[in-house]
């Protein structure tokens, strides 16, 4: 009998070959995968950093004002500092705050409706830009109204209309003033 060759294989799988093509495919899919969750990780956590950064602006805003005191009887507003009486407001108005500096006699008013709708407007920002952009109109609504003794309207009238005076018992005039950027 004849020898018979044995039978070799027209396609000869090379393990080893095949092995690295395997492990590089692998290494492909891994790293893209980190890539990937690298890039939503940072996206969210620059979502969270704007977040934070509006939530201490919104904090910085609010905490300004004082809350004013309500008589319960009468509802007239007592702001304690500039010693003012105010007459009764609407209750749908909701809290009033007000601050007040010493040196110019300046009293700035708010309800927490306005404040609340100028701080949303930073909240709902997104990116820094955006946030910085909304922070002028929530601060104009946390000075909403201005009352000072002094005529001001010259001097600010960019951001401030005249609301109206009033002449007090002790003849002092209270000047109002409106600010244009909270509507």
Not at 39 to 46: D, G, H, L, N
Not at 62 to 78: D, L, N, R
Not at 164 to 183: F, H, P, S
Request: proline fraction near 5%; glycine fraction near 8%.
């Amino acid at each position: 009998m004849k020898k018979q060759k044995p039978r070799t294989p027209k396609f000869k799988l090379n393990w080893c070959l095949a092995g690295l093509v395997v492990a590089g495919l692998l290494l492909i899919g891994l790293v893209s995968a980190q890539v990937f969750y690298d890039q939503e990780v940072w996206r969210r956590v620059r979502i969270l950093e704007d977040r934070n950064l509006s939530d201490m602006i919104i904090d910085g805003i609010k905490g300004i004002g004082k809350p004013a005191t309500v008589e319960g009887s009468s509802g007239k507003v007592y702001l304690t500092e500039p010693r003012l009486v105010l007459p009764p407001y609407p209750t749908e108005v909701q809290d009033i705050r007000y601050s007040y500096d010493q040196t110019d006699g300046r009293v700035q008013l708010t309800t927490d409706i306005s404040l609340g709708i100028g701080t949303m407007r930073v909240r709902m920002a997104n990116g820094l830009e955006d946030i910085f952009k909304q922070v002028p109109k929530a601060q104009a609504c946390a000075a909403q109204v201005t009352l000072t003794f002094k005529d001001i309207y010259p001097q600010e009238n960019d951001k401030l209309s005249q609301a109206g005076t009033k002449q007090l018992a002790n003849n002092k005039t209270l000047y109002m003033y409106v600010n244009r950027d909270c509507t």
